[in-house]
């Protein structure tokens, strides 16, 4: 396998690492893709529709068990956390919702995997409106993470965020460009049988699809969507 493969791409399910993946694949990409199970309570929902995007696009992908995670660490994210907060994004929210460390834990995998089959980039697909809310989003993290990571890897390996300078709704409207089918990604943090519609994470996917314009393909538990 080594040699063979462009980049790794951090693929959660949701909406923008799957935009991100049509994205590489229209650019002639070689990808491969790694999921994480890290205990969150909607990770039963979106690992599988990852699997499935895999599958639909014959892109190699595998999920790792992160376990530990939910056991050591405090979030609303995990069944082991406080209930998820519900309403728009604002900081006594988000405190609630960070998993500390989250993205460099799951970035360092996937470098280690970059290297081990020889693709040269690791890329994951947060973007402008992540980096007010999460400390390990922020543009300033990226650069020193990824200066690491060329330094831990003599320079065989680079970060990519792509993404960094778009909003959600810039990404979704690449998604539509590109025939992503949204009815196959995930966001809502409490990961019941349908989207609830109020938690934060569902509030900024409404809006990125165009809800208001009738554009959101979303069923959603909220009877206002």
Same mark, same amino acid.
């Given at each position: 396998?080594?040699?063979?493969?462009?980049?790794?791409?951090?693929?959660?399910?949701?909406?923008? /690492?799957?935009?991100?993946?049509?994205? @590489?694949?229209?650019?002639?990409?070689?990808?491969? %893709? +790694?999921?994480? #199970?890290?205990?969150?309570?909607?990770?039963?929902?979106?690992?599988?529709?990852?699997?499935?995007?895999?599958?639909?696009?014959?892109?190699?992908?595998?999920?790792?068990?992160?376990?530990?995670?939910?056991e050591l660490f405090s979030s609303a994210l995990f069944h082991t956390g406080p209930p998820v907060p519900e309403g728009?994004?604002?900081?006594?929210?988000?405190?609630q919702t960070i998993v500390p460390f989250r993205n460099p834990i799951m970035m360092s995998i996937a470098v280690g995997?970059?290297? /081990?089959?020889?693709?040269?980039?690791? @890329?994951?697909?947060?973007?402008?409106?992540?980096? %007010? +809310?999460?400390? #390990?989003?922020?543009?300033?993290?990226?650069?020193?993470?990824?200066?690491?990571?060329?330094?831990?890897?003599?320079?065989?390996?680079?970060?990519?965020?792509?993404?960094?300078?778009?909003?959600?709704?810039?990404?979704?409207?690449?998604?539509?460009?590109?025939?992503?089918?949204?009815?196959?990604?995930?966001?809502?943090?409490?990961?019941?049988?349908?989207?609830?519609?109020?938690?934060?994470?569902?509030?900024?996917?409404?809006?990125?699809?165009?809800?208001?314009?009738?554009?959101?393909?979303?069923?959603?538990?909220?009877?206002?969507?």
């Open positions: 396998m080594s040699g063979c493969t462009d980049c790794v791409l951090v693929l959660s399910g949701g909406m923008d /690492s799957t935009v991100l993946l049509y994205d @590489l694949i229209s650019r002639g990409k070689k990808t491969a %893709a +790694l999921s994480f #199970d890290y205990g969150s309570r909607h990770n039963h929902k979106e690992l599988p529709l990852a699997a499935s995007t895999c599958r639909k696009l014959g892109i190699s992908h595998k999920i790792v068990s992160l376990g530990f995670m939910a728009p994004y604002k900081s006594e929210n988000m405190s995997y970059a290297e /081990s089959i020889g693709a040269s980039e690791v @890329l994951l697909a947060s973007h402008s409106g992540d980096h %007010a +809310l999460y400390p #390990d989003c922020r543009k300033e993290f990226n650069t020193a993470f990824d200066e690491a990571v060329r330094l831990g890897t003599d320079n065989k390996v680079r970060l990519s965020f792509p993404y960094a300078d778009l909003d959600k709704k810039q990404i979704a409207d690449l998604g539509r460009s590109l025939d992503v089918d949204f009815t196959r990604t995930w966001t809502c943090y409490k990961g019941g049988a349908l989207h609830c519609g109020r938690c934060s994470a569902c509030i900024e996917r409404s809006h990125a699809l165009r809800h208001e314009e009738g554009m959101d393909p979303t069923s959603y538990e909220n009877p206002d969507k």
